[in-house]
């Protein structure tokens, strides 16, 4: 008899790995990137060797103070560990660059957001 083991639920850590962090890394996917306009951000994504994707994110002083950038950064960064599991397969490095608009966003429809730009990358 077959022991019934739990599902192991996906990783949804948010890794060192799983980030771009160095200004060359970021200035590069820029140059060479391909743009997806969403209502709440721009995503520049370029294909690379890796399993899953990689993530920067870039808010500027347009968008707000301090804490309404913080904010939308949280936003994303939350967005893309819960849902990083879609992306799986797809080797890109991506970077989000934060919009105004994504200030007044619920969690709900950045997350929407975050989906829907993985399945424009997937196609």
């Not at 890794?15 to 590069?28: A, T, V």
């Not at 140059?31 to 870039?58: E, N």
């Not at 490095?93 to 929407?112: F, S």
Request: aromatic share 8%.
């Amino acid at each position: 008899m077959d022991e019934l083991r739990p599902i192991e639920p996906p990783d949804e850590r948010f890794r060192k790995s799983d980030r771009i962090l160095k200004r060359p890394h970021f200035r590069q996917i820029y140059s060479s990137g391909r743009k997806i306009h969403t209502s709440l951000f721009t995503a520049f994504v370029v294909a690379s060797d890796r399993v899953s994707p990689r993530i920067g994110f870039t808010v500027t002083r347009k968008v707000g103070s301090s804490v309404e950038r913080n904010r939308c950064r949280r936003l994303l960064r939350e967005a893309f560990r819960r849902n990083k599991a879609l992306g799986l397969g797809l080797g890109v490095d991506l970077v989000i660059n934060a919009k105004r608009e994504l200030v007044k966003a619920p969690y709900a429809g950045v997350e929407a957001e975050v989906k829907r730009m993985f399945a424009r990358i997937r196609s």
